[in-house]
């Protein structure tokens, strides 16, 4: 059996959210209008559950929330799931019968086809026992026969197998979301690992020599630098999800820049606008701040007299508006259009990092929106959904 191509994943959360949207236009009603409409409630809703059961992937945990909807779409007195080397999980009836399951699914792990038993081929010494068949369908994941779906009844018949066919194939959708969920998550860690090492020697530097200035003329003054600059390397730095709170992230900017007020003084100046409503939107962790960086190191750091950065965050319907924007030196358009687009080996402070992050966790209508020109000082501007499955904070 095929993999599913990444086309077929779209299609299929696509079909999932449109199954949502007929579930709640069925409860809005609060009354069913004919049998059909509840049947279609009632199977939609069984569907629901069982997804989130697997929504990690074929975990034994997952597998055994999952069976019991899974028996329930069947109508079958039992339902297992078996992986490549246990019984993952039993539900209904005749559990005597599960340390038979592993064996008996074997062929189907070896060969990928749908297996069925009939009563000559299933043994039980409980005369009573209402297991008399079994149909054995295979789950397949990156090509490969991964694990087996059961349906377990007193006999079978051609929907049954149909049906039970159909489950499996379900299955392996959410196996394969799944594991795409998963290797996003490993993309934007890998890109975070990548923007911590470019965390700028030079900046850490200009740091510490800015503190070392105090040290004699305001002992005061340079130990608040010292506690800023600690916590600002303790957040860079700290092991945990891939997602914070706008409200995380906005402080750790505020230490950011009072270790850069302590370099430039009167010359760097900011004014955030921050609307309350997004503070705990959840954005991509360290998203902000090199951009923040990025406007003060190219923007400010460069210019003859005083520099003017403004930060605002504003609530825009079902989206949080991030706008960091300075009066800078500018740049090239070209250039950062190559490095956007990963045609350039020079990244303006993480620049390209964040874009491919924030397209990696929303999608590619999410990525920073860039408006500058030599002389003219920069714009960088990015939207993030209010909610937005998978984002998780802390996960």
């Known amino acids: 059996m095929p993999t599913l191509s990444l086309l077929q994943l779209i299609v299929a959360l696509v079909v999932s959210v449109s199954l949502a949207s007929v579930m709640v236009r069925l409860l809005r009603r609060r009354r069913f209008v004919s049998p059909v409409d509840r049947a279609t409630y009632e199977t939609l809703h069984t569907v629901s559950l069982a ?46 019968h599960r340390a038979d399951v592993r064996a008996q699914a074997e062929p189907v792990l070896t060969s990928g086809r749908t297996l069925v038993l009939t009563e000559r081929d299933m043994t039980c010494s409980d005369p009573d026992c209402p297991i008399r068949s079994a149909i054995f369908a295979p789950i397949v994941a990156d090509e490969r026969v991964v694990a087996t779906l ?53 900046f850490i530097y200009n740091c510490l020599a800015a503190i070392a200035s105090f040290v004699r003329t305001d002992p005061d003054r340079a130990r608040e630098l010292l506690l800023e600059f600690a916590d600002f390397t303790r957040y860079a730095f700290r092991r945990g999800g891939a997602y914070t709170t706008l409200r995380d992230e906005l402080q750790n900017i505020e230490r950011y820049l009072a270790l850069e007020k302590a370099r430039f003084g009167d010359r760097l100046r900011v004014q955030l606008t921050i609307a309350p409503e997004v503070l705990g939107v959840a954005v991509p962790f ?26 605002s965050a504003a609530d825009v319907g079902s989206h949080a508006e991030i706008t960091i924007e ?68 802390g996960g």
Do not use: C
């Open 51 to 96: 997804t989130r059961s697997l929504r990690d992937g074929l975990t034994p945990e997952g597998a055994s929330k999952a069976t019991k909807h899974l028996r329930s779409m069947l109508g079958s007195s039992a339902v297992a799931i078996t992986d490549t080397a246990t019984t993952l999980a039993w539900d209904g009836v005749g559990a005597h």
């Open 326 to 393: 300075d009066d800078g030196t500018g740049s090239d358009p070209d250039t950062i259009r190559a490095v956007l687009a990963g045609e350039s080996a020079r990244d303006s402070v993480g620049l390209g990092n964040v874009d491919a992050r924030l397209r990696q966790a929303f999608g590619d209508e999410y990525g920073l929106v860039v408006e500058t020109a030599p002389g003219a000082g920069t714009k960088v501007s990015f939207r993030v959904p209010k909610f937005a499955p998978g984002v998780t904070l």
């Open 150 to 202: 059961a349906a377990f009844g007193r006999s079978t018949s051609a929907g049954l197998v149909r049906a039970t066919e159909e489950l499996a194939r379900w299955i392996s959708t959410q196996i394969e979301l799944a594991e795409l969920g998963r290797q996003r998550t490993r993309v934007m860690e890998a890109e975070l690992r990548a923007l911590r090492a470019q965390i700028s020697p030079h």
């Open 286 to 311: 360290l998203a902000i701040q090199p951009l923040v960086e990025n406007a003060v190191r190219h923007g400010i750091e460069g210019k003859v007299g005083d520099g003017f950065i403004t930060i």
